[in-house]
DNA sequence: CGAAGACTTGACGGCGGTCAACATTGGTGG
DNA sequence: CCACCAATGTTGACCGCCGTCAAGTCTTCG
């Protein structure tokens, strides 16, 4: 039903058409996606939401009638299975492409559920398509988060398919470590990452309890410590060796002429 | 270094400007994918190849100079880890696009196997980035592309990641019979897939041991019977409700208009 | 016919799931 | 300020799916 408007449900805010972000020095966070193309072509823009809590803002089965942008804080991407079983198909960081798979009109194969303190903005679709047809600069930064997203998924497979649970995690969290300094949202040793044990446990394959084990032996083994949310890296070297990381493919987004 | 002729070494047959397949009725099955714009604009082209038994056409860390798409046989994209492990990202049947996620050059993050019988025609970067800047149709192809290549890549992170080895299998049979009905290449009730246990084990997180006790358990209900390259679905409907399948998304790359 | 690879089956073990109990945290209202 | 409650985190005991190891069979091909 009412799908075009749930962002909007979602917070009394709405249409801010004055912007945090667009332009401004906050938004070096998206050097790897250059959505800023996107965000400086004004007309494309419908409106800026704002969430303050938890809130699914497409739900599966739906049809995305908008292009949606990630601007500042967590979200996920995840289906839930008829059992309840639930796999979480991407993280969504500041800057990234929310429904990057849906510039065609179908049904939303994924839900996706902004974390706290989220601002998204939306496009137009129709609008976006012509000036990708018309803008060859933004056509190729769609192409790049296309692969972007694809490598990402890519690894992501890799380590659902190939990784033991500490390996999973190690892994994880280097990527978030890395996306996170690349986009110069790290300060101090410590990194804020606001998901639960569960979330990791529902993106790596696992369960929250093993999840829970695993940390405890990494810390044990002082190569990171992750608890309330703050994320220290003990020891990067070891860390990367046991992951198997190699992080070349968080740049894959990177346009480079 | 002879990176560009990988593909040459594999056959003496190379450039075969007269091609099977184009504009032809043999080329039929690739409708899903709308390669043929592509194969269409003939200037793009740069060769076809052959190879008659199992190749490693492209290696990780090379950088792809070409786009190269499969016309006929069966490939496999897979990543190897340091220790041995190896991850089949996905499998390439005929119509699929090989190197999506190349079409900017950098060094490949996985490595492309062509199995037995199979032909794959090369283009041009450089020429098809022109196009897709000018040829608004092939562009929208390549975005259709790239939501199908997302969508499945979704699909094979939820078996990855939450289900159990008997409903990988499953939904992977699924996967194929589907795919390869859409395109027409199904003769009778039984489907030929020329595939390894090991494959199947390597695609979905398993040990080759574990998938023949799977397919023994599978072919005991009387779901499926694999055995020898041939695929008979003896019971799709709970097969079906086993795997939890659901083939809306192998129709994402059709271009909706 | 011999060798190499793929398939098959059984025995055993471990990683990670399940179940259960409890601690901790954070938010809410009396 | 504190009692209360729900969500989250923590730990232990036990179990099962799937990995490991081993032995043997079947297929293919030179």
Redesign the interface.
Known sequence: MSQKNSLMTASAVGAKNDGLAVNSQGFTFASTLDWRRLESIQAVRIRQSIVTKPTTVLKQGQIATSFYSLLEGWGLRY?L??DG???I?SFLLPGDPVT????????L??SVQLLSEAVVSEFDIDLMNRH??EN?EL?QS???C??R???M??????N???RSAKERIAHLMLEFDTLLHMRGAVHGGQIFIPLRQRHLA????LTTIHVNRTLRALRDEKLIDLRGGILSILDRERLMALA?FDG??LS?GT??G
């Open positions: 289906r299975l008829s079983r639930r796999q198909l990057l798979s849906a510039l065609s009109p179908r049904p194969a994924y990708m047809r060859d056509r769609a192409n790049a296309f692969e997203e694809l490598a998924a890519d690894e992501h497979m890799i659902l398919g190939r529902d993106a790596l394959g198997g070349a493919y894959a346009v480079t």
